[in-house]
């Protein structure tokens, strides 16, 4: 799937890549492996400016998620969960700018089988 980028306030690019995958987990007293699903979002944080120090400000930051074998898969929660646990370090005024920005560019939009496809109504 490709990156969403996007700009905000301050001039910082932002790039969001998605990874949704399949690992095992060990669940139970008896310690069973069984198959759960994760997501995981790659946040790369740079200046907008070519001419600015971009080693200065660059930040690449990493949030995942589990599925607990018990829940259905949802892509959509998974990706939400995994945002705000990649943005954690990032100030409030940061993750607010940067949650601002990626409703505006997503909108209803909606991820399916790897494509972006925008919702009707």
């Known amino acids: 799937m490709g990156a969403l980028r996007f700009e905000t306030d301050g001039g910082y690019q932002w790039k969001v890549v998605f990874q949704h995958g399949m690992t095992t987990r060990e669940v139970g007293k008896k310690k069973q492996e069984v198959p759960v ?21 660059m930040k690449q930051t990493i949030g995942m998620t589990l599925c607990s074998p018990s829940d259905q898969f949802c892509r959509k929660t998974g990706r939400k969960i995994a945002l705000q646990r990649a943005l954690v ?8 700018a940067f949650w601002q920005e990626y409703w505006r560019s997503v909108g209803k939009m909606e991820f399916i089988n790897g494509h972006r496809n925008r919702q009707q109504g």
Not at 48 to 53: Q, R
Not at 89 to 96: D, G, L, V
């Open 89 to 96: 370090e990032y100030s409030r005024e940061t993750r607010a």
């Open 37 to 57: 699903r994760f997501t995981t979002a790659i946040v790369d944080l740079t200046p907008a400016s070519p001419w600015s120090d971009s080693l200065a400000y």
